[in-house]
């Protein structure tokens, strides 16, 4: 069980920390990615780590901005998000994939409800 939270409006140039929750199994066990889809796109990668947290990946658009992370003590993952553009405007979910290693090419196996956030400018 998944859930996500820290979405909410910004101001373009700011920054969120996104935070998704985890519950019921051993959270390091699982590689966690975070996505997000706009209106009347498709779900896109967004960034993602493997379960001990030491490989992450991001989507080359975005790197450099996003930070993704996790604290398996906590059964937390995270994303920071810096310099925030309207265009990143989406609801974000996180998803843990099966196994402790990540690959864009698998869909994760478990979703969060998901958290929306709302770029201004």
């Known amino acids: 069980h998944l859930v996500e939270s820290g979405g909410g409006p910004v101001r373009a140039g700011g920054s969120l920390k996104l935070t998704c929750a985890a519950s019921?199994?051993?959270?390091?066990?699982?590689?966690m990615g975070w996505y997000r889809q706009s209106a009347a796109e498709e779900r896109e990668f967004v960034a993602g780590i493997s379960g001990s947290g030491v490989a992450t990946y991001y989507a080359d658009s975005l790197r450099g901005r996003f930070t993704i992370s996790r604290d398996n003590a906590k059964n937390m993952g995270f994303l920071q998000m810096n310099s925030l553009e309207p265009e990143d405007t989406a609801i974000y979910y996180c998803?843990?994939?099966?196994?402790?290693?990540?690959?864009?090419?698998?869909?994760?196996?478990?979703w969060g409800q998901g958290t929306r956030v709302t770029v201004f400018s």
């Open positions: 019921g199994d051993t959270f390091g066990n699982y590689a």
């Open positions: 998803g843990t994939l099966n196994g402790a290693l990540f690959s864009r090419s698998r869909k994760p196996k478990a």
